[in-house]
């Protein structure tokens, strides 16, 4: 019986030495391609959920915040949700969040343009050669009302 004993901690041992030196190896292939995205508390980032996505279901779910720094790679964050409202994730399941910036469009119109400012120039100018619209090769099978189109 205590042959037995000791030849099962030999096995222990040896299958847990196997282990770490199989979790190094992995550990040594991940490094080489992972990359670490580090965030502060109060930084918007987006979750991703390890649901199977239906059709049109988005993997990455609301931009929530960040509560605090928990390890080299996990983070608290909160997830505004009754049944759990804080959690701490790994980074690789965090993408950082990026407000749109109001877009801002130009409408430039003759109305206010004072006399003397120098006119627009008219961007469909035809010119030979120049690659301008002006300049394009129109089929004969047009037309004439097709080529005025044009």
């Known amino acids: 019986m205590l042959a037995l004993r000791k030849q099962t901690q030999r096995f222990w041992k040896q299958a847990q030495s196997n282990l770490k030196a199989s979790q190094e190896v992995m550990k040594e292939w991940y490094d080489q391609k992972a990359t ?8 918007k980032v987006w979750v991703m959920e390890p649901v199977e996505p239906r059709a049109l279901q988005d993997r990455w779910t609301c931009p929530f915040e960040i509560k605090e720094r928990k390890g080299e ?3 608290l964050v909160d997830l505004k949700t009754p049944r759990q409202p ?13 407000d749109r910036s109001e877009v801002s469009m130009l409408l430039v119109t003759d109305e206010g343009m004072e006399e ?7 961007l469909l100018a035809v010119k030979e050669g120049d690659g301008s619209v002006g300049s394009v ?6 037309t004439p009302t097709q080529r005025g189109d044009c």
């Not at 995205?37 to 109060?42: A, C, L």
């Not at 804080?86 to 990026?98: A, D």
């Not at 003397?116 to 008219?122: A, I, V």
Request: charged fraction near 20%.
């Open 36 to 43: 670490l995205v580090e965030f502060s508390p109060g930084d």
């Open 73 to 75: 790679a996990t983070y």
């Open 86 to 98: 804080l959690r701490v994730l790994h980074h690789n399941r965090l993408k950082p969040h990026f």
């Open 116 to 122: 003397e400012s120098e006119p627009l120039p008219n």
């Open 137 to 142: 090769l129109l089929s004969d099978s047009l």
